[in-house]
């Protein structure tokens, strides 16, 4: 095994790629036995994730990690184009499985799932909308160089988006302000550019949702999401459920929270910090919260020791903020390596733990924990089943953060638990949002401002931007980097959200027993649905607004007796 640095990139072309693929699958069409079937459909996976998966997402990191080294922009722009391209003979061979004359006997030793999550599939894609999907790609890609590119001067230094992040915690609200202001500047001068790429994407998914039959996007982002056990109208339930039950509670919360802060009203650059001496921040250089990590890890499971020690002897991390890099933070996969790679920006904030340590980790650790599953479509979840992997992590390492906070892992455990159930109504908001404006896609910009102003008021009342340009006029929702490159996949976040919690109130009674049934349902991976996996681990499923209230309570009632919560 190779460390990431010396892992070569070769680009597969369209050409060799179809080659192989049109011979594949005339020998998957012309099996004669079951068993010859089944060594055929390994082939193929095989050369899909090891050879053309890996290599597009090897030159995706690189990009991620370089946005201006030239090589990989290339490379990422072939890839935009010769993706849609390589999907023809892909979408041809799902057909030959659909249609395989072993379906009973495979459906028999696979299960049904991979069957229905194909036939969604097919619903996202035909020969007409290949260049369509191209110009998709295209915009997309154009708008993570955008803010990539940012270089904003402040406090007597250039930064990065990532790199002002930190000042929005600062305890001295004019330092905010300032900050704020510097990052706001900067947006409302890329305003009129970023509206420009979000209408173009607005009519280009129009357009592809026209050309597969669908009434609008929003059925085919569904489609995309892989959607298998439940529907808009169970989502709009959901979304109804946060309103009902988790609004209220963090409306209090943030009462609460001015209070302590001493402001009258909750701006957008007060919203961040909870407390007058300034919020918990990880101790230590990043090589030392690497060592606490690994300690963590160590100790947490034989399982998760592994894939940390594999993933740090081979260098498959890059976490430290620098120019050119792309925003936020992910989990990519190199198939040919079994090798799952962390994509983060730390910003010396507890984010550097929860959100990109811990949770980046629990996406990791059950990749690697379902790598042998076959066949390998099995061994991705969905979605939302992912990231119930990833936010658990996050709260079921709670008993490391002495480690990586010290003394103020007290005020680390309120914020964390705080702001996880704040950012349900606003991941409620931003899917109610991408709803509408796909239902309707010929929305003004001003138009689209407006309406997520509305969706503001309603999911977030707490907040006050009367006087903050950019936030004032409704434009925040331009700097969600997945409203542009994967719509409707915020909702996951929410969904998982109220089943992390639910394992994380499980966890404060008995925290072994809670951690065994954590591991069983994510090494089950994609080898049932959502619900599935829910009743199969009978943890509460969040299409019941009654399990929001119990949720939610459990929540408040830790808060509320916490010596924090009327800290001044």
Known sequence: MMKFKDISYVRPTVEEVNAARSEQLEKFKSATTLDACICIYAEIEDYTYDVIYTMWNLAYIRHSMDTTDAFYAVEMDYWNEAGPEMGLLEAEITKALMQSPFRAALEKAWGSLIFLNEEINLKTFNEEIAEDLKEENRLSSDYVTLMSSAQIEFNGKIHTLAELEPYYENPDREVRIAAHKADRTWKIEKAEEIERIFDQLIKVRAIIAKKLGHKNFVKTGYYRMQRNCYDKEMVTQFRDGILKHIVPIVTQLKEEQKSRIGVDRIKPYDDKVMFLDGNASP???????????????????????????????????????RPGKAEGGYLSILSAYRAPFIFANFTGTALDIDGMLTHEFGHAWAYYLAKDIFPRKLQDASAETREVHAITMEFLAWNWMADFFGDEREKYYYTHLANHLSWLPYEAMVDEFQQYIYEEPEMTPKQRNQLWLGL???????????????????????????IFTIPFYYINYALAGIVALSFWAESRQNFTAT???????TRLAGTKNFVELLEDADMPSPFVANNLKLVADEVKMFLANSSLTNLK
């Open 456 to 482: 503001q008021e309603k999911y977030c009342p707490w907040l006050d931007v009367t006087d903050v340009p950019f936030d004032e006029d409704g434009c925040h929702w331009q700097q969600i980097l997945h």
């Open 283 to 321: 101790t230590g250089t990043p090589e030392e919260i690497f060592t606490n990590a690994k300690k963590m890890f160590h100790e947490m499971s034989d399982s998760t020791a592994e894939v940390w020690n594999f993933m740090q002897d081979y260098d498959f991390f890059d976490v430290m903020t």
């Open 515 to 521: 951690w065994k049934k954590y591991e069983k349902f």
